[in-house]
Each structure stands twice: as structure tokens, then as C-alpha cells.
């Protein structure tokens, strides 16, 4: 049986805290080492690169060319100097899955490494998130939008409170809980943020304004301050609403009537009965002298 205390292990650690302990777990998961793939004290070994795959749950999607590429020719140079974190492939038994590492796993790629060093580990899904997610945000390695849909996963998939999530990276919930508002934004503003142009500040002062991607626009254009942008999103009209007002039907009686007094007067009259017995009476007239006419008519009702 599954020891379940080792579910819940992973959620704060981080990368460092892993390597710390690596050198007190020399298990590996129960799996020999390939021939030909020595491990040494620490617990390191050397497998090919092709049967490492990265984290499909990786919270990270977008990776920096031009970081990417310091880091692919420092390797080139000098090797990889920190091992990656992996587990054994749930889905290929030759393989392992990448749990942190996976930036130096594509620079080794470029730089046309054979073989990686790697530590195998015994991690469960929610703690491969958990470590990646945790990795990634000690490094500063995500965009917002990524940290954001990270929690997310962690709340949605394997029941994560947002106070828990803050207690252990030692965030406030407030930090958590406006993140996680930021992927209420339009896809076409979110990508804004990921891209750099807005701010986290910028963003959440356009997240309630009634049309946040054209004042972005302005914002950007603008350069315009957090502060300037919580303004223009104050001084934003909320867009009225049409009503949608369907005229009621009216019973004949007052359409007899109203037709009776507009031929009376020689005007358009128009009768606006309402439930419970009030209403209204609209004459239209034409000319002043309608107007004249409809005074001296009403002067003579006593």
C-alpha cells in the first residue's frame, strides 16, 4: 500500500531542499541502474538523453531563447554542473520524467549532449507539480499568469487550500488569492502580461473595467503608471445596458379609446394604462395652434 504520508511531502520544499536529502535516500525507486550507467556516492548517474520527457503538468510554457542559449553554451563549456530531478517514466519503463531540470534538460539538447546526470526519485504526481511549481517560483522562472495557473492546479487537482499554498511559500493569501483573479482576464490580455507589456499591477487594475483589453491598449500606449491605470479604469463608464423594453399589448377597450379621443381632438392621443388602475395620456399635437385649441378645450372642463 501506498505510504500516504509521503503524499503530501513535496508542497514547499523546493529544489534544495531535494538535493539535500538525496545523499539519505540511495533507493531509487526500486529500479537497478542500466548497465553501463555507474551511480556515484551522491547518488548521481549519467542516462541517455532521449529517455528523459518533461513534465507534462510542467507549469512553465514559455522558456527564454536568449537565456536559453547562455545556458546551452555554458554547458557546452563546463557540462552540467547540477544534476536533474527525475522519476521513472509512469508511462514508459525505459524512460524517466524530468521533476526539475527541464531548462538545462532543452540547453543539453542544443548543445548536443549524449548523456544527462540525473538523481532518480519516487515522486507522486501532485508532488512532481508541487516541486516544479515550487522550483520554478524560487528561481522567478514564471510569468504570472503561469504561478497563477499553477495554484490553480494545485487547488483543482489535489485539493491545496489557498491558505495552505501561502503558508508553505510564505506568501500572504491575498498575493494568492489576486493571482489567481488574473486568469479571469481575456486570453488576448493575458498574453500582454506573459509578453512583458503590463504589469501584475496594470492587469488587476483592468480585471473588473468594462472593456479591459481596450484600455490596455491605451495603457500601453500610453505608458501609463499603475496608478494612472487604476484612474482611467475608475473615470471608464460601465456600458449602459438597452432595455429591452417590449411594448404591452393593449386591450381593445383602450384602443377604442384611443381612438375615439384622437378623433374627438383631432390629434394623436395615446392612453399608457398600467396594473393597478394608474396611467398616463399622451397627446401629440402638431401646429401652436393645436396647442391653443387643447388649452382652451381643457379650460372649459369643470
Known amino acids: 500500500m501506498t505510504d500516504r504520508k509521503n503524499e503530501r511531502r513535496g508542497l514547499g520544499r523546493g ?13 531509487f525507486s526500486g529500479r537497478e541502474p542500466e548497465a553501463g550507467a555507474p551511480v556515484d556516492r551522491l547518488g548521481v548517474r549519467s542516462v ?3 529517455s528523459l520527457r518533461p513534465n507534462p503538468d510542467q ?10 542559449s547562455e545556458l546551452q553554451d555554458s554547458i557546452r563549456e563546463k557540462g552540467i554542473i547540477q544534476p536533474l530531478i527525475v522519476r521513472p517514466d509512469p508511462a514508459r519503463a525505459d524512460g524517466f520524467e524530468i521533476v526539475a531540470g527541464e531548462r538545462r534538460w532543452r540547453a543539453a539538447q542544443n548543445a548536443r549532449l549524449h548523456e544527462i546526470p540525473v538523481i ?5 504526481d501532485s508532488e ?3 516541486i516544479a511549481i515550487v522550483e520554478n517560483i524560487q528561481r522567478a522562472e514564471l510569468s504570472p499568469i503561469e504561478e497563477a495557473a499553477g495554484y490553480k492546479q494545485l487547488m483543482e487537482r489535489f485539493g491545496h487550500t489557498q491558505e495552505k499554498i501561502a503558508e508553505v511559500l510564505g506568501k500572504s493569501r491575498s498575493y494568492i488569492a489576486n493571482l489567481l483573479r488574473l486568469l479571469n482576464l481575456p486570453e488576448e490580455l493575458r498574453e500582454m502580461l506573459d509578453s512583458g507589456e503590463l504589469s501584475v499591477g496594470h492587469a488587476r487594475a483592468l480585471i473588473t473595467a468594462p472593456d479591459p483589453v481596450a484600455l490596455a491598449r491605451k495603457v500601453i ?9 487604476e484612474a482611467l479604469a475608475r473615470k471608464t463608464p460601465e456600458p449602459r445596458k438597452q432595455a429591452q423594453a417590449r411594448p404591452r399589448e393593449k386591450d381593445a377597450d383602450t384602443k377604442v379609446l384611443e381612438d375615439d379621443l384622437s378623433a374627438n381632438l383631432g390629434m394623436s392621443v395615446m392612453i399608457d394604462h398600467r396594473a393597478g388602475g394608474e396611467g ?6 402638431k401646429t401652436l395652434e393645436q396647442l391653443d385649441q387643447l388649452c382652451q378645450l381643457l379650460s372649459q372642463v369643470r
Open 15 to 27: 529544489l534544495s531542499a531535494l538535493m539535500a536529502e538525496v545523499g539519505a535516500d540511495m533507493s
Open 48 to 50: 541517455p538523453i532521449e
Open 59 to 68: 507549469p512553465r510554457r514559455h522558456f527564454d531563447a536568449a537565456r536559453l
Open 120 to 124: 532518480v526519485k519516487d515522486f507522486s
Open 128 to 130: 512532481v507539480l508541487e
Open 221 to 229: 500606449e500610453g505608458g501609463l503608471s499603475v496608478r494612472q491605470t
Open 280 to 285: 398616463q395620456v399622451i397627446i401629440r399635437y
